[in-house]
């Protein structure tokens, strides 16, 4: 690929850095435009603005001006998206017509999810359902039917925060995830050296185009290294190096083949830095809280200068610390693949190209999805998926056959729906029935089974618990500190409506200070008056814990805690001194939260995080966060990221 | 789909590989649950089973494939078949595997009046749904934890009874809908309810690979099936083949395999140590451990199979034991230990 520009910026600032990801967006959309469905798609992160403009032109641009272009709103019903009877038409004909939806229209072409975040796991599941087989299969309204439909995805995801996210089964299917959120109008004025004939050469290169063995693993394992759990991460790499490659009217894949395919289909899914670097990376997430300090600092702190600038990995040529692409072919074939991997020229020089882009903010990300390529608790311990079908209020979800009783709404539209296909039918037996009545004054037969109603989706309250330590250990360090977070959390939830409650606890037990309430005055009143001093009762505490959000959760809100201690606990449940005791019981009830899968976030305040602290996390399956030499508004900022952000 | 991947080209993933092949080979254990991390071709499996099952007898003009060996007629059509003094006649069928699409509304799934026949007509003929459809063969619920909830209660109603009932628009019909549920899902999107967990004979728990090696072959695989889908498969068709006659083999050896008392016995101890609730639990780990014995060739039910059939059949009947902090597989494990002895465990993971 044409990519090196002539002129490298020696400058490492967050300018640069917008600049390189409006490039590498376009890289990624002319690759995309090369072949859609093969590569997924692409999810675009950002509002609504001239970079996601010029993005969505160019890539368009770059297909065939025939190809479907069909655009899916949130809030589509089945019936369109998948298809279903077309009832006007239906009765104008006298006989079934079944209406195409819009993955069967999109064959061959593009579809673009608008606002992505707000996608259901239901609706998700319906696309991804569609992408893996390659044909909507249509089972509605008396319409049986399949079409065979291959298409590329682009979601527009206008989350704000990193819980907003758009659906990870969706995410995992495309190829890209790119990030235009953060570029000024400067970065996107820069011009592309790839023109629509390259695009429609790569086309019909593609199909031949041949990635040797060692290619593959070297995909496979960058993949391991930067944690990343699912598969298909590895194969969307494999087929980005073989459309680069075509891009670039090679039939072989090399070297920058594979390092672009790293950077931009592994480096954006990484959910651990390669071993070396997690010192340092750990260092940048504890003074992280400041937005554009953190982006100057990124490209110093994650490639020192005198390594690889994140452009050249693109054209390595121009750098003399990287191997010439064909090092693949000299690599010596007695040795092992196993040795092999650890020395590799190829693999070091993709790992630097992934490890060059990988997000700033990903460890902050990290502790919000739970982390780890075995992190199974991602998505499940935040609030998407929070919502629960009611039949009153909240947003409307379609309808469903049932009677309009208790509270449930009647759907006129759908019943109408269900009861136009057997008018004639029904019409007719009524005449047989009754042919003394004048059957032809009634103009519609409506039956009981025909009713539909309409059904919601409400959105569950919130109910954070604080459990905060006030014990001897804890006041000394750091109660202060404790008390001024949860005063700035507070206000935060009640902005946001969430209620909040508070346990204390000190001495030999805890205590519910202040039950769940969206009353700001009261919780602050209830953490003004929390004294300090005596021993640390933590089991006793998690297990009061456990009981609140119990009662929350069987009341239908969604409970979420957050520990702030030091995690020194000697008190046993039973009120009895001694460590060992105490720390075996904690182990306990920390055992049984996880059991009952609450959101927890385990803040450890103590000036020396002790082991100990993180064993209790994580056995109650929290989100573990030492904060050593925090202050309140740091606490706040890590519990308002990790544990209640929307 | 035109090309499904082939299932012996599926790599690790043993536990769901023998658990649907168990099913394959005794259908009366009443379906399988696969739950677990994406990426790990959950729907890729059961859509490959399609392949390797053999072809069916059924009986020619009836909408529910009937088995024309049974003596009494199994459904109306049959009846009336049989009543017109027809002769039946058969043919050699695919077994079927029905997928269930989301988003499927409810008379397309239990079936409802022709829609063309009551528009042009005005006449009532009833339309076979998707449980008619699946009669017989397996029923493929993708995501079905993402089913709609009144969906579920009708599968649920009609896994238990075997049989689907209709009553619409004056139109009465009942007709057998025997087949085996086989559902996947991430756990991540939310759980399944117990009712319909129950229905559930086998449950496997599957997770992404992370030995390098086999993570390799999996990308390798999928690579050369998606770039020669044909040659692939042609590739890997001996192993399917091969696959294929085990079951053949496997389906007609089980009505002779033996279950000795003490083999019942131990699945009766291994349920009651574990807590779970009714008789099912017991009953589909006699089937399934009968149907693992006679894959493997054995006429005989011992331990072994036990062993090795115990954490699929059990594990998702366990009561949540909030005190517990082991995960359930691990708790089915301590209780096979403990019921059948130490080392068991080792046959176990050798097996």
Known sequence: ?646 | MAQPFPFSAIVGQDEMKLALTIAAVDPTIGGVLVFGDRGTGKSTAVRALATLLPKMRAVIGCSYGCDPAVGAASCEQCAALKAGGHVIKSHLVPVPVVDLPLGATEDRVIGALDLESALTKGKKVFEPGLLARANRGFLYVDEVNLLEDHLVDLLIDVAASGENVIEREGLSVRHPARFVLVGSGNPEEGELRPQLLDRFGLSVEVKTPTNLDERIDVVRRRDEFDRDPAAFQEKWHKEDDKLKRKIVAARGRLASVVVPDAALRLAAQLCMKLGTDGLRGELTLMRAARAYASLMGDTLVTDVHFGRIAAPTLRHRLRRDPLDEAGSTVRVERAIEEVLGPGSNAIKTAA
């Not at chain 1, 409307?396 to 008018?423: D, F, K, S």
């Not at chain 1, 919130?462 to 001024?484: P, Q």
């Open chain 1, 1 to 646: 690929m044409k990519q090196g520009s002539a002129e490298v910026e020696v400058q490492h600032g967050a300018q640069h850095d917008t600049r390189v990801a409006w490039e590498d967006a376009l890289v990624a959309a002319a690759l995309l435009a090369v072949d859609p469905a093969g590569l997924g798609g692409v999810s675009i992160r950002g509002m609504p603005g001239p970079a996601r403009d010029a993005w969505l032109g160019q890539f368009r641009a770059w297909l065939p001006e025939t190809i479907p272009w069909r655009r899916i709103p949130s809030h589509v019903t089945d019936n369109r998206l998948l298809g279903g009877l077309d009832l006007a038409a239906t009765l104008a004909a006298n006989r079934p017509v079944a209406e195409r939806g819009i993955l069967a229209d999109a064959d061959g072409g593009v579809v673009v999810l608008t606002m992505a975040e707000r996608v259901s796991a239901t609706m998700a599941a319906r696309l991804t359902a569609v992408i893996d087989t390659g044909e909507v299969v249509v089972a509605r309204d008396g319409i049986q039917l399949r079409h065979h439909t291959k298409f590329g995805v682009v979601m527009l995801d206008e989350g704000l925060d990193d819980s907003e996210r758009a659906p990870a089964a969706l995410l995992d299917r495309l190829s890209f995830q790119i990030d235009l959120s953060r570029l000024r109008m400067r970065d996107i004025e820069a011009e592309t050296l790839i023109d629509a004939e390259q695009i429609v050469a790569a086309r019909a290169i593609l199909p031949n185009v041949q990635a040797t063995d060692e290619q593959l693993k070297v995909l496979c394992v960058t993949a391991q290294v930067l944690g990343i759990a699912s598969i298909r991460a590895s194969i969307a790499a494999l087929r980005v190096a073989r459309v680069s490659a075509a891009l670039d009217g090679r039939e072989k894949v090399n070297g920058d083949d594979v390092a672009l395919a790293a950077r931009l289909v592994l480096a954006p899914r990484a959910t651990q830095m390669p071993a070396t670097e997690e010192d340092e990376a750990e260092a940048d997430a504890d003074n992280g809280e400041d937005d554009t300090a953190e982006i100057e600092q990124q490209p110093d702190d994650v490639t020192p200068p005198d390594q690889l600038p994140p452009e050249n990995a693109l054209s390595p040529q121009d750098d003399p610390d990287v191997e010439p692409p064909q090092n693949e072919n000299q690599s010596d074939p007695n040795r092992e693949p196993e040795e092999a991997k650890q020395d590799d020229a190829l693999g070091d020089k993709v790992l630097e190209a992934a490890k060059a882009a990988i997000p700033a903010d990903l460890l902050s990300q990290l502790l919000i999805n739970g982390a780890g390529p075995g992190g199974s608790k991602g998505g499940s311990s935040g609030r998407m998926g929070a919502t629960r079908q009611s039949g009153k209020r909240g947003r409307p979800l379609g309808a469903r056959r049932g009677m309009p009783r208790a509270g449930a709404r009647l759907n006129v539209i759908e019943t109408l729906r269900a009861a136009a296909p057997w008018q004639r039918l029904r019409a007719a037996e009524a005449l047989m029935q009754s042919s003394t009545l004048d059957t032809s004054r009634q103009k519609i037969f409506v039956r009981q089974e025909d009713f539909h109603v309409t059904r919601f989706k409400e959105r569950r309250d919130t109910t954070v618990i604080f459990v905060v330590d006030a014990s001897g250990s804890a006041a000394l360090n750091r109660l202060a500190e404790a008390k001024g977070a949860v005063e700035l959390l507070l206000a935060d939830c009640y902005v946001r409506r969430d209620q909040v409650a508070l346990i204390s606890f000190r001495g030999k037990k805890a205590d519910l200070l202040l039950p769940p309430t969206r009353s700001l005055v009261r919780a602050k009143r209830g953490l003004g008056g929390l004294p300090g001093g005596g021993g640390t009762p933590l089991a006793a505490a998690i297990d009061a814990a456990v009981q609140l959000a119990d009662s929350i959760a069987r009341r239908g809100d969604t409970p979420s805690i957050v520990f702030l201690t030091d995690g020194r606990t000697n008190i046993a449940r039973d009120g009895s001194p001694g460590r060992a005791a105490a720390e075996a019981d904690a182990l306990v009830s920390a055992r049984q939260l996880r059991s009952q899968r609450f959101a927890a976030v385990f803040v450890d305040t103590s000036t020396q995080p002790a082991p100990h602290a993180a064993r209790i996390a994580r056995e109650m399956g929290a989100i573990y966060q030492p904060l050593p030499y925090a202050n309140a508004s740091t606490i706040s900022n890590v519990i308002r990221e990790k544990a209640l952000a929307k």
